[in-house]
């Protein structure tokens, strides 16, 4: 799910290492595989959080996902690293503001997929991409030219179209929407601070106890419902896809010879969201949603295109 590490949050992250690495001779079609997997995965992780979050307070869902997700985990890392494998590489503070960003985060996608239909939301999450550009010039001094400038405003335009013929239905859902790119592109910029060196395992644990952390005193001193016995075995697939899903893709991310050969593979959420969609919640995506999830996808795709050009000037420059 785009709830805790969505791809276009990893995707500055890594394209900077993925360039000069020994390993861009491996093959494409493997990473292709498993970006695919992966976000097929989170797109049936949203029908998990939508289906719970129609039934139950959002916070009691996500108390839940993260006390299966933990005891999947844990045992894990102490299989794999023993005790020192929860010791983070990076400073602590860094996993402490990500995991209160990414319960932030959750929050909002939970609420989103309660009340609009999943192909809306995800034409609306794309936006992410066009805010990380954004933010990496204040945090990372990074140069964005015209061209990007003309892409990000094309992305931003395509959320209007979406949003725009249903201005008058314009709920809490709509508004939880257009806050996640932010706090996607904020995840983003938390990652890139981490930095590629840190035990991969870490990012869905941490992730998992700031969901516990703030989730549990709500839920317990507020008097939420907890979900039913009878569907609390949905949790169990809903906490193994996020986990998978982000396995998937850190795998995928890892040996494919650069990142445009699988980043611009994101956009395949947005045909699982309208079929799944309209399986599951019969709900129909309207012309707008089409044609302004057609504009952010190109915008996308452009942005992607002069960022890859960008960073091959520059590893052509400081080769010379």
Not at 118 to 136: C, H, K, M, N, R
């Amino acid at each position: 799910m785009l709830l805790l590490i969505s791809p276009c949050n990893i995707t500055r992250l890594i394209s900077f290492s993925m360039l000069n690495s020994a390993d861009n001779r491996l093959d494409t079609r493997n990473a292709i595989f498993f970006a695919l997997a992966a976000f097929l995965l989170f797109a049936v992780v949203d029908i998990f959080a939508k289906w719970l979050g129609q039934r139950y307070p959002v916070p009691s869902v996500l108390l839940c996902v993260a006390v299966v997700g933990l005891c999947m985990l844990v045992p894990f890392i102490l299989w794999q690293k023993g005790r020192c494998g929860f010791i983070p590489r990076r400073p602590l503070r860094l996993h402490v503001m990500r995991a209160a960003q990414t319960t932030l985060n959750a929050f909002l996608v939970v609420t989103a997929l309660s009340y609009i239909p999943l192909a809306d939301y995800y034409g609306i999450v794309f936006a992410a991409p066009f805010i990380a550009a954004i933010a990496s010039i204040f945090f990372f001094g990074d140069r964005v030219g015209r061209h990007r400038w003309s892409a990000i405003a094309l992305g931003f335009l395509g959320i209007l179209v979406i949003i725009a013929p249903s201005y008058h239905e314009f709920n809490i859902g709509t508004a939880a929407a257009l806050c996640v790119p932010l706090t996607l592109a904020a995840n983003a910029v938390l990652l890139r601070k981490i930095g590629k060196d840190e035990y991969p395992a870490l990012f869905p644990f941490y992730s998992f106890i700031g969901l516990l952390a703030f989730n549990l005193p709500v839920t317990l001193m507020s008097g939420m419902e907890l979900p039913a016995a009878q569907h609390l075995w949905v949790f169990v697939p809903y906490a193994a896809a996020v986990v998978l899903a982000i396995a998937l893709l850190g795998r995928a991310f890892a040996i494919a010879p650069v990142t445009a050969a699988v980043a611009p593979l994101q956009y395949s959420s947005m045909l699982w969201g309208c079929l799944f969609g309209s399986f599951f919640f019969h709900e129909e995506a309207t012309w707008n949603t089409w044609a302004g999830a057609a504009i952010i996808i190109a915008a996308g795709l452009y942005l992607l295109h002069r960022e890859r050009l960008a960073v091959r000037a520059a590893v052509t420059q400081n080769a010379n």
